[in-house]
C-alpha cells in the first residue's frame, strides 16, 4: 500500500463513500439529489439512480437474472439512455450547471505528477485533441461517455462487456468524427 497523494488508484467504494457525503450534506437521497438539481433542469427525463428494492427500475429492461445489477449509489446504480448521456455531454460542453472547468480538470500527485484523471473522468488526447471520456461494465452491458469538445460527443452502449472492445469502436468513432 502506498502513501496518501503517491499513487492514483480509481476506486468505487471511494465513489459509494462521496454519494454518502452527498447525501449526508443535502440532508436527501443521492436519487432525488440527482433528479432534483441534475436530471430534471437538464431534460434528462430517462435518468435516474435506481438501489431497489428490486433489481431494475420500472420500465427498464431486466438485466440477465444470474447477474443481477448491484444496488449501490455512487460507483453505479444510474440508468440512463443515449439521448440523456448526449444530454449531459451537452450539458458539460456549455457549462450548463457551472461545474466544467471543475470537473474537467484533472488531478496531480503531491509531488505535482499530474493525471489522466479528473472528476469522474477520464481526461486524454486523441488525434491530438482532448477528449473526456468514462466507461463502464457489467455482465453483458458496456457503455462509453465520450466528449471532444472541438468534434463532437458520442455514446457506445454494447450488449455486451468486453470494455476494450466497446472503447475500441468509441475510438473508430473518434476517429470518423475527426475527419
Known amino acids: 500500500m502506498s502513501a496518501p497523494g503517491t499513487e492514483h ?10 454519494g454518502l457525503v452527498l447525501e449526508r450534506t443535502a440532508g436527501q437521497g443521492l436519487a432525488e439529489l440527482a433528479q432534483e438539481r441534475l436530471f430534471t433542469p437538464l431534460g434528462m427525463a430517462g435518468s435516474r439512480f435506481w438501489s431497489g428494492p428490486v433489481a ?17 449509489l455512487g460507483d453505479g446504480g444510474l440508468w440512463s439512455s443515449a439521448a440523456d448521456l448526449l444530454r449531459w455531454n451537452l450539458a458539460l460542453s456549455r457549462d450548463e450547471l457551472g461545474v466544467s472547468t471543475l470537473v474537467q480538470t484533472p488531478g496531480h500527485l503531491d509531488d505535482g505528477t ?21 466507461g463502464g461494465r457489467w455482465a453483458g452491458l458496456c457503455a462509453q461517455l465520450v466528449r471532444a469538445p472541438r468534434s463532437g460527443a458520442l455514446v457506445v452502449l454494447a450488449l455486451d462487456d468486453d470494455e476494450n472492445r466497446a472503447a475500441a469502436l468509441a475510438d473508430a468513432l ?6
Open 56 to 72: 431494475h427500475p420500472p420500465g427498464a429492461v431486466p438485466l440477465d437474472e444470474a447477474f443481477p445489477a448491484p444496488l449501490s
Open 174 to 179: 473518434l476517429d470518423e468524427v475527426a475527419r
Open 114 to 134: 499530474p493525471l489522466e484523471y479528473a472528476w469522474g473522468v477520464g481526461v486524454r488526447e486523441h488525434a491530438g485533441r482532448r477528449v473526456y471520456r468514462h
Open 9 to 18: 488508484r480509481y476506486s468505487n467504494d471511494g465513489y459509494v463513500c462521496l
